[in-house]
């Protein structure tokens, strides 16, 4: 307790100043230990600003850089912060969709980290942004207890992110505001509207976006009204139209054409 005490008062001391992010996570290690940690600021459909990482050079190209070319439009923790009540410590798999780990954003890029597990306290912040602290493990997801004892420490995170961060949205910059006017959803819709237009028709451009995202044949159905053999036909007709025969080739030129229409 003595030490915990004591990491209270070094993190209040470090607001403001460059030291921090690493004082943060020192101090959370002292609840539960991990191997990473990263922060993002996100505000709308921008890229995401990583604010801090303690990733070795090779494991940052996948974490950060690769992260911020696209697939973070995928990423739950991404989508969790388009709804207002978000704010929290939550696992991944709390937030993912239903086929998520077997989902290709799963498969072609969240696997490449070799994580074990994420969890996330989501801080929001002046004009409709947020702050994730994200802990990642890679050797065995975090027990029932950690995850209490790191959600306990939540007020406080949330306090002196939101003193130490409170110009987030200043940050990011006038491009950045007028995209977050919009809301989260209506960016993501941009982004998959723009992919396969003239080629998909809206429906098949839905079914692509929920497939992507990990929902199974049976929850896309549910979500647009429409039963799982029609979801599977959709499925068939856009692999037809775009000359592909699997999921990793569409979430490829899904990324691809991210890259082409600078989503940001």
Known sequence: ???LIEATGALVDAIGT????????????RLAPFDYTVIFGYLGAARPMDLFDDFPRGKR????????????LLDPFYLACGNKGASGLYRIKDLAPDRFFQGEYFRSYYARTG?????????????DATVVVSLMRAE????????????EFWPLV????????GDLVVKFGTDAQATSDASMHKSIARAFTNFGEGVLTPRERQVVEFTLKGHSADAVGR??????GTVRIHRRNVY???????????????????GSANVR
Request: with cysteine.
């Open 18 to 29: 460059e030291d921090f992010a690493k004082t943060l996570s020192d101090a959370l290690q």
């Open 158 to 165: 949330r306090a002196i992110c939101q003193r130490h961060w």
């Open 240 to 258: 037809s139209k775009l000359q592909i025969r699997s999921q990793g080739e569409l979430f490829s030129k899904f990324i691809n054409a991210l």
């Open 61 to 72: 190209k996948v974490f950060v850089e690769d992260y911020q070319e696209g697939p973070y």
């Open 1 to 3: 307790m003595q030490r």
């Open 115 to 127: 994580l074990a597990e994420e969890i996330g306290y989501f801080i929001e912040m002046p004009g």
């Open 223 to 228: 979500i647009l009204e429409i039963s799982p």
């Open 140 to 151: 065995k997801a975090f027990s029932a207890k950690e995850v209490r004892q790191l959600s």
